[in-house]
């Protein structure tokens, strides 16, 4: 399933009616041109905060819930490959702008929710299960496993994977949310503004010049 998540046109453009005034008097500068900086500016910043929460593990103030199913030192499930993160884009689609991602995963972590176990996930779930105890080191004179930070890290790994690939087919997994993309949080709000308020300030800029010229 495919990620798909807009900002909105909700910016009331019309209520600033000097600007529009001023808009309609320029030649080869319209309110559609006007728009289109607003939104080209907010893809830029939003798509950079956005980029960062995989840094912060959290969607800006508010934290994932930690990784206690896959422990491990790399980082948490969402951050290991960072296909994920890279395969975020922004898209400008009229007065909104639209956030994807192609990842068939992207979607449940975003929001949260349940999935069915299937055959082919069982599969996948035991491949991982092989991988992650199969990288356990042993001692070959004790014959028995190395007692290290690294080997209880790929056991208890081992032993999740397990578990999940113990579970029947149509049977259901959670899967906490951990957010990365949205527009409601108080920071998005803010991004917005402040993009909407700077781009205001330029044109407010050109009136000023305009009726100095005169």
Do not use: C
């Amino acid at each position: 399933m495919e990620l798909q998540s807009k900002a909105t046109s909700y910016f009331g453009f019309s209520d600033y009616k000097h600007t529009t005034i001023f808009l309609k008097q320029q030649n080869n500068y319209t309110m559609q041109d006007f728009v289109k900086n607003i939104l080209t500016d907010l893809k830029v910043d939003l798509s950079q905060e956005f980029d960062r929460n995989f840094e912060r593990k959290a969607f800006f103030t508010d934290d994932w819930k930690q990784d206690t199913k896959f422990p491990n030192h790399k980082g948490s499930l969402m951050q290991r490959s960072g296909k994920l993160r890279r395969s975020l884009r922004a898209k400008e689609n009229g007065n909104n702008i639209d956030f994807t991602s192609n990842m068939p995963y992207a979607d449940i972590h975003n929001t949260g929710g349940k999935i069915v176990v299937t055959a082919r996930m069982k599969r996948f779930f035991w491949a991982m299960y092989r991988k992650s105890s199969g990288a356990v080191v042993y001692s070959v004179k004790k014959r028995q496993a190395l007692k290290n930070k690294r080997n209880t890290r790929l056991t208890a790994e081992a032993e999740k994977w397990k578990s999940l690939a113990l579970k029947e087919v149509g049977s259901t997994i959670t899967i906490d949310k951990r957010q990365f993309i949205g527009f409601d949080h108080p920071e998005v709000h803010k991004i917005i503004r402040e993009t909407i308020n700077h781009n205001f300030k330029d044109i407010e800029k050109q009136i000023k010049n305009q009726f100095k010229q005169k």
